[in-house]
Each structure stands twice: as C-alpha cells, then as structure tokens.
C-alpha cells in the first residue's frame, strides 16, 4: 500500500525566512496531495492541495511543488510568521477514498 | 455554514469496558465521512470511511467498529478497549466529490488505564 515519508521531523527557522518541508510518496496511482497543520493539542485543517495533473500550485505565501517522476512534493513557506508555527502532515491519496499521511513536521518560527 | 462536533470532548477508560464516540455534521447533506486515530505524537491513521448512510469500509483492523445510522452522524465503538487505543480520535468530512480537502472535527481525547 501507500507509503507517505515526511523528511523533515523539526524544523526551525527565523520568522520572516522561507520553509520548506519535503515528502515522498510509493504509489504510482496516488494523485491529491493535501497539506494540513496541525496546532497544539488541537485538531487538523486543511492548507493546501496539489492534484497530479498540475506540478506547481500557491496559495499566498504558500507553494506545492509535485514531482511525479520522483514521486515527491514539498510544501514551501515565505516570510514565515510566529502563527506558521505548528506541526505540518503531508498526504496522499492513492484512491478516492482513502488518505495516507505522513509523520508531521514541527515547524517552529524563531523570533 | 457547515459545522462538525465531536462527543465526547474527553474519556478516560478502563482496559476491557465498552466505547462509544459519536461525531455530527450539520449543514452538508450525503458528506463523506472518516474517523481517524492519532497516537500521542504521532501521524494520523485512517480507520473508516463511509460514502452514504449504512455503508462503512475499514481501512485498518484496530479491533474497533463504525457505523453510519444517519445521513449526517458518524459512530466508532468497541466491544472491549485496549491499552492500546490510547490516543485522538478525529472525525472528518468532505464533499461527495473525489479529491477534495477534509475537514476535521475538534477531536475525543481517550485515555485507556
């Protein structure tokens, strides 16, 4: 089955820099690609998403980049803010219902 | 607006007793719906999924339950809880499209002792 690996584990950077947070994926079939934060002791919302049919896709200050052919995608920050500050899971979806997420990132904004 | 509840916000539990979490969507009628199971620190794994009421399929056997009884509710139970179910529980929805973000419910927090 799927296999989402979150490359980053924690990730500090100085409020105002650009982050970046990198997965890979197995399965050739998977195609939505969703980003969700998560804050302290608190529940999952959505960020972003990226569809297969497209490699590059920003929200604001927010890009996804997908490479299919490295089945890998990353999530990319500018100008970081101290409420960027949470744990960021990547997924994968390698059908219409089912989502496999990676291991999260905590991304902590330095003042 | 469409909202999500959870219940209950919190559990502590006995190794061997019955469970029992409900989860509440209002203002979105035929919404796909999953349960998901978070261990301390840990990454989100997706337990159930049901399309339309009636119908559940399980992703992962973790010796728990789901049933769909109405439109808009979502159960997960267990006869008998193990230390390891331990964890948050969150409820999510989507649209009844393909491909679309999930929106997740404020979580149960179950304690098993």
């Known amino acids: ?111 | 607006a469409q909202t999500i509840h959870q219940w209950p916000v919190a559990e502590i539990k006995a190794v061997g007793s019955p469970l029992s979490l409900g989860c509440t969507i209002k203002g979105k009628s035929s919404p796909n719906l999953y349960w998901y199971w978070q261990a301390t620190g840990g990454t989100l794994q997706q337990l159930f999924y049901s399309i339309t009421v009636g119908q559940v399929e399980s992703v992962v056997q973790l010796n728990l339950s789901a049933s769909r009884p109405k439109d808009d509710q979502f159960i997960l139970s267990t006869e008998k809880l193990l230390l390891s179910h331990s964890g948050f529980y969150l409820c999510a929805w989507s649209p009844d499209w393909v491909y679309a973000e999930q929106f997740f419910g404020p979580g149960t927090r179950l304690t098993v002792l």
């Open chain 1, 1 to 111: 089955g799927e296999k989402v690996e979150q490359h980053e584990s924690t990730l500090s950077v100085r409020e105002g820099d650009s982050a970046v947070i990198n997965c890979t994926y197995t399965d050739t079939a998977s195609s939505y690609f969703p980003w969700y934060k998560q804050e302290a002791g608190k529940s999952l919302h959505f960020v972003i998403d990226i569809r297969s049919n497209v490699d590059r896709k920003q929200s604001q200050r927010l890009t996804v980049l997908l490479d299919k052919k490295a089945k890998r995608f990353s999530l990319h920050i500018t100008a970081t803010q101290p409420e960027d500050s949470a744990i960021y899971f990547c997924a994968a979806s390698p059908n219409t219902n089912k989502v496999v997420f990676g291991t999260g990132t905590r991304l902590q904004v330095l003042p």
